[in-house]
């Protein structure tokens, strides 16, 4: 027995794997990694995988970075945990001072939190709780997107649209607003970005008209849709959502726990926009990918009004165990001198760049319909007709046929639905996004020239975060 399978059984005794139908493990195996450096994986086989999806989003400067890694050693010899209500520790105020320079002006406040979805928790119900506190409790709906994904907790869900994940659990959601998203797949022919974008905004202008009076706040995730399959769109509608926003009295909420960081180009998606939002949600690249941290940043006005003797009862008692954990905060601060130490967001443009012309030539594939990227993300969407973009029904999994090809030329692609997605750590080089390319390609005409036949239900709904 290899090292591989050894491990592959004791796994799959004892765990249950996330976003995983584990009867699939029955035919295709678990890969079990014992270590990483830099883009790099390596099995207990010594083989090799590089990370194109940055191990679901969250690491940017490469696996075991000397520079993180010392980070953390030298803060887990000084303080590795302590309770933060009534306490504090240096790493979480240094890294709350550093993240109020370098948001947009106006975010003074920061709340952590464990992940993502607790984080949209954390803006959610500060946002609930800010209307109660000054007079306005009619104020308790939100209003997001088609084809959005914020997280799977209860509340996170509810103003998620991605059905995989919510329909089961519709009888446990809150009532919310969904708005047809400004996503330009579909835009006409001929017509660019920009335009389909302010053309979309009119479904959402429409809907803060009519309900305003009982919406506490508009949910978006900005420029990418990201569970929703890689879904883009153009920066002015975030400049019409925040005028908007104003005009109605309601806070808005970015979510960039998937897309800040430099993901989209910019430091923080908002930025393309000149904006500000009320509540920023950010996470998973806030630690380089080590350890669970998430800040969920706001303006001091919405501090001030919690802000009172504790009699009120208007505080906001909402917390984590490991909130603000120092060895979490060392790894962000470590992460961060990364970031400024290195320019990192001016030489993303090249490798953006390279993304780019690597994969210019899928346009042209017969079962391509788009080739799209905003910044370090870039995503080729596989369809069963290109004129029409007609997608392929999901049960056929298409891109269980890339992933399993990546896998095979060392590789870890993990497609999105049809959708397969560069979403690489900034250290790769353009050597490394050339293979990618390559191998993206083959498994692309591995998995669309195949004749699959399944047995497809009328009204289902597409499967954009499975790995097939």
């Known amino acids: 027995m290899s090292l591989n399978d050894h491990w592959m059984q004791r796994d799959l005794a004892v765990l249950w794997h996330p976003c995983t139908q584990m009867k699939d493990h029955e035919q295709l195996p678990l ?60 790493p979480v105020v240094e890294l709350s001072e550093r993240l109020v320079r370098m948001t947009p002006a106006g975010l003074d406040r920061v709340f952590y939190a464990d992940n993502g979805s607790s984080c949209i928790e954390v803006a959610l119900k500060m ?18 997107l088609s084809n959005s994904y914020h997280g799977e907790t209860v509340a996170a869900m509810s103003v998620g649209d991605v059905s995989l994940f919510t329909d089961t659990y519709k009888a446990l959601l809150l009532d919310t607003l969904k708005v047809p998203s400004p996503d330009c797949f579909y835009r006409p022919e001929g017509m660019g970005w920009e335009e389909h974008s302010r053309a979309m905004f009119a479904h959402m202008e429409q809907c803060l008209a009519e309900h305003h009076r009982e919406v506490a706040a508009v949910i978006v995730e900005p420029l990418i849709q990201g569970a929703g399959g890689m879904r883009m769109y153009h920066p002015i509608y975030l400049k019409l959502l925040r005028e908007a926003c104003d005009r109605y009295g ?9 897309v800040g960081f430099g993901r989209t180009g910019t430091m923080f998606a908002c930025e393309q926009a000149g904006i500000r939002p009320d509540f920023l949600c950010l996470s998973k690249a806030l630690t380089g990918g080590y350890l669970p941290l998430a800040a969920c940043l706001t303006t001091d006005t919405i501090y001030q009004a919690f802000y009172d003797d504790y009699s009120t009862l208007r505080a906001f008692l909402h917390s984590h165990s490991y909130t603000g954990n120092p060895l979490a905060c060392a790894a962000a601060l470590a992460t961060l001198d990364i970031f400024e130490q290195d320019d990192v967001i001016e030489a993303n443009k090249q490798l953006s760049a390279r993304m780019a012309s690597a994969t210019a030539h899928l346009a042209d594939h017969p079962h391509v319909a788009e080739v799209r990227q905003t910044g370090m993300a870039l995503a080729v969407e596989m369809v069963q007709d290109k004129a029409s973009k007609t997608a392929y029904p999901w049960q056929e999994r298409r891109g269980l046929k890339v992933y399993q090809h ?28 050339d293979f990618l390319a390559e191998v993206a390609s083959e498994g692309i005409d ?7 036949s399944v047995a497809v239900p009328s009204g289902a709904r597409v499967d954009f975060r499975d790995p097939g």
Request: zero cysteines; aromatic letters at 12%; a neutral charge.
């Open 250 to 258: 309601v806070h808005l909420i970015h979510d960039e726990i998937a």
């Open 406 to 433: 990546a896998l095979q030329r060392g590789a870890l692609l993990r497609p999105l639905g049809s959708v397969v997605y560069f979403l690489p750590p900034y250290v790769i080089t353009p050597e490394q996004i």
């Open 446 to 452: 591995i998995a669309t020239r195949e004749s699959l």
């Open 127 to 144: 946002s609930f709780h800010y209307w109660l506190n000054v007079g306005q409790p009619a104020k308790k709906r939100f209003i997001t």
């Open 31 to 90: 890969v079990p990694i014992k270590r990483g450096e830099g883009v790099w994986l390596e099995d207990f086989d010594g083989k090799r995988y590089l990370d194109a999806v940055s191990s679901w989003w969250v690491n940017v400067f490469g696996h075991a970075n000397p520079r993180i890694n010392q980070r953390i050693k030298d803060q887990v010899d000084q303080l590795e945990h302590v309770i933060l209500a009534g306490f504090s520790h240096a």
